[in-house]
């Protein structure tokens, strides 16, 4: 058997997700408003902190009435499970709506 071969993004598909990530973050926000019931919530960074071999690391905040306690909040997604711009997002979105829902039931 061969080595497999680690998956990095390069400068291209970095400045996509950049590019991108403006329109994410609306859109994030809007479902969760809608979802619930939030007006106030939006997502107000989301940003690529680095990768390592085969998985991308980035910080997220929000504001919204979920929010109790201030906290620094990162994820990682698996470049090995996702293929394209689209599912990075769909891991990104799953990632963080976990956490926000994790929160609106700490206060709700």
């Known amino acids: 058997m061969g080595q ?3 998956r990095k993004l390069d400068l291209e598909q970095m400045n996509e997700i950049k590019t991108y990530s403006s329109q994410f973050k609306g859109d994030f926000s809007e479902s969760i408003q ?3 019931k ?4 939006r997502l107000k960074l989301l940003k690529i902190t ?3 071999e085969g998985e991308v690391f980035f910080d ?6 979920c929010v109790v306690f201030r906290k620094h909040k990162t994820g990682t997604v698996d ?3 996702v293929n394209g711009l689209e599912d990075f997002f769909t891991a990104v979105d799953t990632i963080i709506s ?3 829902h994790q929160d609106y039931m700490m206060v709700r």
């Open 4 to 6: 497999s071969d680690v």
């Open 34 to 36: 809608v979802v619930y």
């Open 38 to 41: 939030d007006n106030s919530f």
């Open 50 to 52: 680095g990768q390592n």
């Open 60 to 65: 997220y905040d929000y504001d919204g009435e």
């Open 79 to 81: 470049l090995n499970k």
């Open 98 to 100: 976990a956490t926000v």
